[in-house]
T-cell receptor, first 112, second 114 residues
């Protein structure tokens, strides 16, 4: 059974600080890794994707991937109250190009 | 900015009835997906569709489910005989060229089976 694990939180971070969200996955064959943001009652919104080991930066967001440790993380710099949401980690199955396997999400709260 | 659209936003139906959920993927995207999310639970993959056929389906996607691309723009999910446990948010998504590429989600249809 392929699994994606996330700490459910809530993770509380002061405004302006760095929020660090973590995700582990079980399938060593996974090649594509995604972070989505989901506001309550809304659909997942793509924030970042990463395919290679290392860091990838996009504005205030940095995704980090370590395939040896089967670990992917998302850093949010200069956190804003509008960043308060549930962050979902999604991973493509190693033997599947199509299916994304999802974590349960980490609820992030940015305190003004 | 192009986006995935879905209709209806809400659907209430009686158990045993058929429902059709509709989606218009982003116009230049080639890969289409349906996911569902039961309230408070994980997003779950149902099915992917490429080149007018199902490319992959999950165990959830049993014989009561079907998908269709009836024309050049719409992508539909049909549930033949709804059950109480089908109550969930149903999301359509699409991706451009690679099935392992970034999937963009529509706003969802909230289905309630009574």
């Amino acid at each position: 059974q392929k699994e994606v694990e996330q700490n459910s939180g809530p993770l509380s971070v002061p405004e302006g600080a760095i929020a660090s969200l973590n995700c582990t996955y079980s399938d060593r064959g996974s090649q594509s890794f995604f972070w989505y943001r989901q506001y309550s009652g809304k659909s997942p919104e793509l924030i970042m994707f990463i395919y290679s080991n290392g860091d990838k930066e996009d504005g205030r967001f940095t995704a980090q991937l370590n395939k040896a440790s089967q670990y992917v993380s998302l850093l949010i710099r200069d956190s804003q109250p509008s960043d308060s949401a549930t962050y979902l980690c999604a991973v493509n199955g190693g033997d599947s190009n199509y299916q994304l396997i999802w974590g349960a999400g980490t609820k992030l709260i940015i305190k003004p | 900015e192009p986006e995935v659209t879905q209709t209806p936003s809400h659907q209430v139906t009686q158990m045993g009835q058929e429902v059709i959920l509709r989606c218009v993927p982003i116009s230049n995207h080639l890969y289409f997906y349906w996911y569902r999310q039961i309230l408070g639970q994980k997003v779950e993959f149902l099915v992917s569709f490429y080149n007018n056929e199902i490319s992959e389906k999950s165990e959830i996607f049993d014989d009561q489910f079907s998908v269709e691309r009836p024309d050049g723009s719409n992508f539909t999910l049909k549930i033949r005989s709804t059950k109480l446990e089908d109550s969930a948010m149903y999301f359509c998504a699409s991706s451009e060229t690679s099935p392992a590429g970034s999937q963009y989600f529509g706003p969802g249809t909230r289905l309630l089976v009574l």
